[in-house]
C-alpha cells in the first residue's frame, strides 16, 4: 500500500494547500471511514465543478492546484479527495473512465463536439479492507440547478454517477473504464484526449488557448 500512501507528482498529498483543505475538512473524526466521508463532502461542495477552467498546463491537474482555485472538474477534484486521503493515513488512487453524459449543457457538447466526457476522473479509497468508489465532481448546488440527486458517499457503497436524473431522463452512461492508479498516467491522459477531440489540441487552438478558454468560460 506504500505507493498509495505516499505523496506523488500530480497526488501531491505533502503541498501545504492540500495539507490545510484535508486538516480543516477531517473535523473531530478518528475513524477512517467516516474521515473519508468527512474528505468526500468538503471536496464535492467546497471545489466548484467547472469543466471551462481544463488546461494543458500540467500543473492544472495538480490536486494542490484545485485546493488553490477552489474551483475544478472532476479528474483535479479526484486527485484532491486522493490527496487528502493520503494526508490522513488512508490508502487512495485515482480511476479514469469515458462516461456519456446524456444532459450535457449545449455550450459545453459545442466546446466538446460531443456528449462524451472522456478520461472522467475519479477516487479510490481502501476502506475495510476493500477499494471503494468515491466521486467527489458535481456539487450540491450545481446537482440543484440541473435537477440530478447528488452523489452521496458512506464508506461502504460505491459513488458513482446516477444513470437517471430526478425526473427519469438518462443521465450518465458508463462507456469505458481505463482503470486505477498510483498517479495520473499523464501522457496517456493527454493522448486520449487529443484523440477524442483533436479540435482541442489544434494549433490553433494552442495558440489561442488563453483567450478561448476566457472567452467560453464568459459565453
Aim: hydrophobic share 40%; charged share 25%.
Amino acid at each position: 500500500m506504500r505507493e498509495y500512501l505516499e505523496p506523488s507528482r500530480f497526488i501531491d498529498s505533502d503541498h501545504p494547500a492540500v495539507v490545510e483543505f484535508a486538516e480543516q475538512a477531517r473535523g473531530s473524526a478518528v475513524e477512517p471511514q467516516q474521515l473519508a466521508i468527512n474528505l468526500y463532502y468538503a471536496v464535492r461542495d467546497r471545489i466548484r465543478y467547472n469543466p471551462y477552467v481544463f488546461s494543458r498546463d500540467e500543473e492544472t491537474l495538480k490536486a494542490s492546484w484545485a485546493a488553490q482555485a477552489g474551483e475544478s472538474y472532476c479528474v483535479p477534484k479526484a486527485m484532491l479527495l486522493a490527496a487528502c486521503a493520503r494526508h490522513c493515513g488512508i490508502p487512495a488512487r485515482i480511476g479514469l473512465a469515458d462516461v456519456r453524459n446524456h444532459l450535457s449543457t449545449p455550450r459545453l457538447i459545442a466546446l466538446l463536439r460531443s456528449e462524451v466526457f472522456a478520461m472522467h476522473g475519479y477516487t479510490e479509497l481502501y476502506l475495510n479492507q476493500r477499494w471503494v468508489k468515491a466521486t467527489p465532481a458535481f456539487n450540491l448546488t450545481l446537482c440543484r440547478l440541473f435537477k440530478v440527486e447528488p452523489l452521496e458517499f458512506d464508506g461502504v457503497t460505491d459513488s458513482v454517477f446516477h444513470e437517471y436524473n430526478t425526473k427519469g431522463q438518462r443521465h450518465m452512461e458508463y462507456l469505458h473504464d481505463h482503470g486505477q492508479f498510483a498517479d495520473l498516467p499523464v501522457e496517456r491522459f493527454f493522448g486520449h484526449l487529443a484523440a477524442c477531440y483533436p479540435h482541442l489540441f489544434s494549433d490553433m487552438y494552442l495558440t489561442l488557448d488563453g483567450d478561448m478558454a476566457e472567452e467560453v468560460a464568459l459565453s
